[in-house]
C-alpha cells in the first residue's frame, strides 16, 4: 500500500536531479572583495545542530529589501522569510528516536508501549532567476511491540516567472499511522524531522494554506491512511501593485482496515490583490469547495467570498487575515437539499526576535470531517514558540487545540456530533557537535466526544496520552547543484 508514494516521491526526485549536473564543491574564500559578492536574502545551508531558524540571522538591509511577494489570494501559506536555506543544495540527514507512551485504550493500547522511530530525509533547493523546484521527503519506519507502520511524507512545489505570468505547481502526500495533528506525541511530523519544528520560513507544518489539504484534527486508533492534495495555481502581475491569481487542487484522505469515512475534495479559488505599501496589501477572494464522501451519497458545497489584509516584514514579522461569508449548500438522501449560512476564516501570524520566534494560527472553515464525521465546521488553533536557551542548547513548546461540530444530523454519524481535541509538546535540542545534535520531549494529546454513548472504539469519551521521547539527528553533508 505505501509502494504508490515511494515511487512517488522518488520518481519526482529522479526527474529533477537529471536537469541540473550535481557536484559537490568547495567553499569559495569571498571575503577578499566584497563588492563581487553581492548579498542576497539567502541563507546558507546549515547543519544538523544549527537547522533551527533561530540560529540564522538577516542583516537589517536584507530584512528591509527583501519583501515577500506571495499572493495573499495564492496557495501558499506566507512565512517571515524564504522557504529554502540556500539557492541550490540537496541534503540529507537520518533522525532517530524512542518513545515511550501511556495511552487510553480508545488509540488502541492502554497499557505503557515502546515506540521506535527511524527515518531518513531528503532536502532539495533549486533556485534559478526564473524557477524554483522545492522538495522534502521523509520516508522511514515506526516499530513497536502493538504495530509496524511505515511513515511516508513529501512536500514538492515548482515555481516557474515569466514576465507577468507565473505559474505554481505543487504536491504534499503523507501516509501515516496516525493523525498528523500533534503526530508521535511530538507536536507533528515537521518536530519530528529535525531540530527545529519550523521549516526555514517560519510555519507550522505545510506550505500549503490548512484549507488545501485534507484535516485531520480528530484523532482516531492507529490506523494506516493516505493523504494526499495537488495543486496549481497561475498569477498575472496587472501592475506594479495589484496581481490577480486563479488555483485549484485535488485533496483526498483514504483509511485502509478500518470503517472510517474515505473523502476527496475539489477546490477552485481565485482573487485579486492590491498592495498598499511595500509592507501592507489587500485581497478579495472567492473560494468553491466540494466535498464527496466513499460509500457515503452525500455531498457538500461551500461558496465562500472573503477579504484580506497582510502585513509582512520579511525576517521579523508576518501577519495575515483573510475572513468572509460562506454559502453551504447540503445534498444528500438522509438530509435532502439544505442551505447553511456561515462564516470562514484564516489567519496567522509569525514574530521573530533575537533569540525568538512565535508562531500563532487560527481557522474556522468547513472540513470532510477527519475520517470520522461526514462534513464538519472545524475550528482549529496552534501556537508554537521556539528559542535560543545558549549557543548549543534550545527549546521549544508548541500547542494546539481543534473542535469539530457535524454538519448533519446523527443518524448518519452514529451519533457523534462533536469532538474536541488537543495536544501539547515540550522539546530541547542540544547540539553534540556540527552535523549531529539530541532532542529530549515530552508531549501530551486528549480528544473528548460531548456524546455520552459510542458504538466503535474510535469515539470514546475521553481519551489522553502521554509520549516521553529521547532522539538524535543527524544531517550528512550537503551537496551543492549547479
Not at 522545492?134 to 511524507?153: C, K, P, R, V
Not at 494506516?224 to 484522505?253: C, D, H, K
Not at 489584509?309 to 438522509?334: C, D, Q, W
Request: include cysteine; charge should be neutral.
Amino acid at each position: 500500500m505505501i509502494k504508490p508514494i515511494c515511487i512517488h516521491g522518488w520518481g519526482l526526485l529522479a526527474v529533477m536531479l537529471c536537469a541540473p549536473a550535481v557536484q559537490a564543491q568547495q567553499t569559495e574564500d569571498t571575503k577578499n572583495d566584497p563588492r563581487e559578492q553581492p548579498v542576497a536574502p539567502i541563507r546558507a545551508p546549515l547543519l544538523a545542530g544549527s537547522t533551527s531558524l533561530l540560529n540564522s540571522t538577516q542583516t537589517t538591509e536584507e530584512v528591509q529589501s527583501a519583501r515577500n511577494n506571495w499572493p495573499l489570494s495564492g496557495i501558499e501559506e506566507p512565512t517571515l522569510g524564504p522557504r529554502f536555506a540556500a539557492r541550490n543544495f540537496l541534503l540529507p540527514s537520518v533522525i532517530v528516536m524512542s518513545q515511550m507512551a501511556t495511552n487510553y485504550s480508545g488509540s488502541g493500547y492502554g497499557r505503557p508501549t515502546a515506540f521506535n522511530y527511524v527515518l531518513g530525509t531528503l532536502d532539495l533547493n533549486h533556485v534559478s532567476d526564473r524557477s524554483d523546484i522545492l522538495l522534502h521527503y521523509s520516508g522511514g519506519e515506526m516499530f513497536s511491540s502493538y504495530l509496524n507502520s511505515a511513515i511516508q511524507d513529501m512536500e514538492f512545489s515548482y515555481t516557474h516567472r515569466w514576465q507577468r505570468w507565473s505559474l505554481v505547481v505543487g504536491d504534499q502526500a503523507s501516509f501515516l499511522s496516525e493523525s498528523a495533528f500533534g503526530f508521535g506525541g511530538v507536536g507533528g511530523l515537521a518536530f519530528l524531522n529535525g531540530v527545529s519544528q519550523f521549516n526555514p520560513g517560519g510555519t507550522l507544518g505545510s506550505f500549503l494554506n490548512a484549507y488545501l489539504t485534507p484535516n485531520q484534527t480528530i484523532p482516531t486508533i492507529l490506523a494506516p491512511r493516505l493523504s494526499n492534495t495537488a495543486v496549481s495555481q497561475v498569477e498575472y502581475t496587472l501592475s506594479p501593485r495589484s496581481s490577480w491569481t486563479a488555483s485549484g487542487s485535488y485533496g483526498m484522505l483514504n483509511f485502509w482496515g478500518v470503517g472510517f469515512i474515505n473523502s476527496a475534495e475539489a477546490l477552485f479559488q481565485t482573487g485579486y490583490n492590491y498592495a498598499l505599501s511595500p509592507l501592507s496589501s489587500i485581497a478579495v477572494i472567492y473560494r468553491y469547495d466540494d466535498f464527496r464522501f466513499t460509500h457515503f451519497p452525500q455531498a457538500i458545497e461551500d461558496h465562500l467570498v472573503q477579504f484580506g489584509y497582510a502585513r509582512n516584514i520579511t525576517g521579523k514579522m508576518n501577519f495575515h487575515l483573510v475572513a468572509g461569508p460562506s454559502l453551504e449548500i447540503l445534498r444528500g438522501v438522509v438530509t435532502g437539499s439544505a442551505n447553511r449560512v456561515s462564516w470562514a476564516l484564516d489567519s496567522s501570524l509569525s514574530y521573530r526576535l533575537d533569540r525568538t520566534t512565535l508562531l500563532l494560527g487560527y481557522d474556522h472553515f468547513v472540513t470532510g470531517g477527519s475520517g470520522v464525521l461526514v462534513g464538519a465546521q472545524t475550528d482549529q488553533v496552534e501556537a508554537a514558540l521556539e528559542r535560543k536557551l545558549s549557543p548549543r542548547w534550545q527549546g521549544s513548546a508548541s500547542l494546539g487545540y481543534a473542535t469539530n461540530r457535524s454538519l448533519f444530523p446523527s443518524t448518519i454519524n452514529l451519533g457523534k456530533q462533536q469532538y474536541n481535541s488537543w495536544y501539547a509538546a515540550l522539546r530541547f535540542n542540544h547540539q553534540l557537535r556540527p552535523g549531529m545534535a539530541l532532542f529530549l520531549s515530552y508531549g501530551a494529546r486528549r480528544q473528548a466526544n460531548n456524546v455520552p454513548t459510542c458504538v466503535t472504539a474510535s469515539c470514546e469519551t475521553t481519551s489522553t496520552s502521554h509520549e516521553f521521547s529521547a532522539g538524535f539527528n543527524f544531517d550528512l553533508r550537503p551537496i551543492s547543484l549547479r
